[in-house]
């Protein structure tokens, strides 16, 4: 299976936040290749990723950073592909300032960013990006939604059949 999606962090400390979009990728079965890139302390390994992603098969990038937050932006400046942030949370400002880093960048560098510690919606865009173009995965897609319905269905239907105080008990 060709790698499609990349998934770069800045420590490994962001790790257990950004192993929830390879989790999702996982179970939608799209490649990705995960590793730490910081913009800060390895900037010639962050060039050197973002120029070659594409020529090696990469369609989106996911990347996940806390503080200053400044990986998702560079690597958007340095390629064409689409960037998706993730604002790690960090102890300091709970991952505001993360947030804004990587929302605030200015005309020409677009990053599509997704919530505080959101690296499961990261991985669901990245999926949904390549699913414009492949019909298996779209379909895998669909599947996923229609689980969630699902699940939230059969909440409601226990919650009408019990009294909410006992469905509180059983959460």
């Not at 790698?3 to 929830?20: A, N, W």
């Amino acid at each position: 299976m060709d790698i499609k999606v990349g998934i770069i962090m800045g420590s490994d400390s962001d790790l257990p936040v950004m192993s929830k979009a390879a989790e999702i990728l996982d179970e939608l079965k799209v490649a990705y290749e995960l590793t730490i890139v910081s913009a800060h302390r390895t900037p010639d390994r962050l060039c050197e990723y973002a120029k070659t992603a594409e020529e090696r098969g990469i369609k989106v990038i996911i990347a996940g950073a806390g503080g200053a937050a400044h990986l998702p932006g560079m690597t958007a400046a340095m390629t064409v592909l689409p960037v998706i942030g993730v604002p790690v949370q960090t102890k300091a400002l709970g991952g505001v300032d993360s947030l804004y880093s990587i929302v605030q960048m200015p005309p020409g560098i677009p990053v599509a960013t997704v919530a505080i510690n959101g690296a499961q919606n990261a991985g669901l865009l990245a999926a949904k990006i390549l699913a414009t173009t492949d019909a298996e995965l779209s379909g895998r897609l669909k599947d996923y939604a229609e689980g969630l319905n699902q699940t939230v269905l059969k909440k409601a239907e226990k919650l009408e059949n019990i009294k909410y105080e006992e469905y509180l008990k059983q959460m």
